[in-house]
Nanobody
Framework: QVQLVESGGGLVQPGGSLRLSCAASGVIVNIPTMGWHRQAPGKQRELVATVTRSGSTNYPDSVKGRFTISRDNARNTVYLQMNDLKPEDTAVYYC???????????????WGQGTQVTVSS
């Protein structure tokens, strides 16, 4: 059974930094893409960043230049370094990954349980 477990959320002042981590566990063959989404109260879930196994990244303009996504393929772990945080970054952040399992041999999309990030003075 595949699980994604996030950590690293919390309360930070505007301009501060946080680092989120998400580790995938289970009998995993491959993880083509890993990423982060977020959902603020009353808003739709939105993409924050994605990274492929080879290291190609993608960000929306709202976080470009402030957030950096990276991954450790040996540990099946993805990270999100968030700098210069703003109050509008406040949301529940969800880890997301396309994961190939061996039994059955298939690729499916998985989500973590979410971690709260609050940016406030």
């Amino acid at each position: 059974q595949v699980q994604l477990v996030e950590s690293g959320g919390g309360l930070v002042q505007p301009g501060g930094s946080l680092r989120l981590s998400c580790a995938a566990s289970g009998v995993i063959v491959n993880i083509p893409t890993m990423g982060w989404h977020r959902q603020a109260p009353g808003k739709q879930r939105e993409l924050v960043a994605t990274v492929t196994r080879s290291g190609s990244t993608n960000y929306p303009d709202s976080v470009k230049g402030r957030f950096t996504i990276s991954r450790d393929n040996a540990r099946n772990t993805v990270y999100l370094q968030m700098n210069d945080l703003k109050p509008e970054d406040t949301a529940v952040y969800y880890c997301n990954a396309d994961i190939t399992t061996i039994s059955p041999l298939s690729t499916n999309n998985y989500w973590g349980q979410g971690t709260q990030v609050t940016v406030s003075s």
